[in-house]
C-alpha cells in the first residue's frame, strides 16, 4: 500500500520509494526513507498527508505520497 492510501492514526513503516532519483534524495534528506518509521497525523486540504517523522512533522502531497511504499508497523510484544 502507498502512504496515500492510509488513514490518519496509523503508525508505518516505508518499505520503497518509487519516486524520482532527485524526489527521493529529497525524501531521504527528510529523513523519508526505505526502514523509516512514521506515524499519519491527519489527511488535510486535497489530500494531503500530515505525518510525523521523529520530532518532525512534514506534509506530504498526493503525488508524493502515492510514491511512497509502507507497511503498518506491528509494535512488539
Do not use: F, K
Amino acid at each position: 500500500m502507498n502512504l496515500a492510501d492510509c488513514p490518519p492514526s496509523t503508525h508505518l513503516v516505508v518499505t520503497a520509494v518509487t519516486a524520482t532519483h532527485a524526489h527521493a534524495l529529497r525524501y531521504a534528506e527528510l529523513g523519508l526513507h526505505v526502514g523509516a518509521h512514521l506515524h499519519v497525523l491527519m489527511s488535510r486540504c486535497g489530500n494531503r498527508r500530515i505525518i510525523a517523522l521523529g520530532t518532525e512533522r512534514i506534509a506530504v502531497a498526493p503525488e508524493a505520497a502515492r510514491t511512497i511504499t509502507v507497511t503498518p508497523h506491528v509494535a512488539a510484544s
